[in-house]
């Protein structure tokens, strides 16, 4: 099946840094989504990026479907952003996401 | 719009009990996914419906696990006996299923302990 891997698996940031998160994928796929759990558990919907650039405020992603990877751009970081960032992607329509290991982000006061 | 609901959030049982979960998916999302996701790793796949009719059922342990969808929208995950090594997060996603778009939304997930 189709293998994705993120790094780095932690990140230990000061509040206000800035920072960037890496998806590599195996294979071919139809979809990327980029989700934050957080500490309570929910996995919070970031972005659906099977191609192109995306920003969302603090947040923008990459993917460059082409050479399979994905990254995610964390910007001015809070505290609040702590917690494991998931890159998932499907291979084809309507199928199972395969999630990376995560990143575990620590953002201290 | 209300989101992807789950319960009960939390349950704690002894080995060999039954246990069942219950999902309610985001109105008019076609698409119910079953996802079991253990400590420090990412969520996986147990099961995938299109409406009623469960299209992947490949990595569910159908010894012990089975699932229902019944009328296309509401969905139960059931163990029976549960074991030790069942503890882990059960999380329900949904997705519309229209072509060529299927991002997948979460509800809070159960968290099972068998003691």
């Known amino acids: 099946g189709i293998q994705v891997e993120q790094s780095p698996p932690d990140l230990i940031l000061q509040e206000g840094a800035n920072s960037t998160l890496r998806c590599n994928f195996s294979d071919s796929v139809n979809n990327l989504q980029w989700f934050h759990q957080n500490p309570w558990g929910q996995l919070i919907n970031l972005f659906y990026?099977?191609?192109g650039t995306k920003q969302n405020g603090r947040l923008s992603a990459t993917t460059v479907a082409t050479e399979r990877y994905s990254l995610l751009y964390i910007s001015s970081s809070q505290t609040t952003d702590s917690g494991v960032y998931f890159c998932a992607v499907e291979w084809a329509s309507g199928s199972r996401l395969t999630f990376g290991e995560g990143t575990q982000l620590t953002v201290n006061p | 719009e209300a989101g992807v609901v789950q319960s009960p959030r939390y349950k704690i049982i002894e080995k060999k009990q039954p246990v069942a979960f219950w999902c309610n998916p985001i109105?008019?999302?076609?698409?119910l996914y079953w996802y079991l996701q253990n400590l420090g790793q990412g969520p996986e796949l147990l099961i995938r419906y299109e409406n009623e009719e469960a299209v992947d059922d490949s990595q569910l342990p159908k010894d012990r696990f089975s699932a229902e969808r019944l009328k296309g929208v509401d969905s139960t995950l059931k163990i029976q006996p549960a074991e030790l090594g069942d503890s882990a997060v059960y999380l329900c996603?949904?997705?519309?299923?229209?072509?060529?778009?299927?991002?997948?939304?979460f509800g809070p997930g159960t968290r099972l302990t068998v003691l």
């Open positions: 990026i099977p191609s």
């Open positions: 109105s008019g999302h076609n698409t």
């Open positions: 996603a949904s997705s519309s299923g229209t072509s060529g778009y299927n991002e997948q939304f």
